[in-house]
């Protein structure tokens, strides 16, 4: 109840459960499961279509750089899709990879596929 007035009744107490299941989740394809369980809807694939359905190597359009989180801090999960700069213009790639030996926050390095059978 506590939770419920300190978010305004802005949420069910029925969805607190959810919420509890997704704070547990290691990736996104346990998030996915865990909200399809529930009758969520991904309203990322519904409402604009699969957000990952471009294929890697194709270029991302200009109008979404500004878009583009471009933070040193990002850490990238196997699988994820990301942008890659490539001759002055961005394309989608996926990681797939990361490589070994290193640690610290700011310097995870990953191989990453950009399509047509290359890797990076």
């Known amino acids: 109840k506590e939770t419920i007035a300190l ?3 802005r949420i069910s107490s029925s969805h607190l459960t959810v919420i509890g299941h997704l704070l547990m989740c290691d990736d996104l394809d346990d998030v996915k499961k865990t909200l399809a369980r529930n009758n969520i809807r991904d ?10 359905s471009s294929p890697q190597g194709s270029e991302i359009p200009e109008e979404w750089y500004d878009s583009l989180d471009m933070s040193f801090l990002n850490n990238f999960e196997l699988g994820e899709y990301v942008g890659y700069s490539i001759n ?3 394309i989608y790639a996926i990681i797939v990879e990361e490589l070994p030996g290193l640690s610290g926050r700011c310097s995870q390095r990953y191989i990453i596929d950009i399509g047509d059978d290359q890797v990076k």
């Open 7 to 9: 978010l305004n009744h």
């Open 43 to 52: 309203s990322a694939e519904t409402e604009f279509g699969d957000l990952n």
């Open 88 to 90: 002055n213009k961005y």
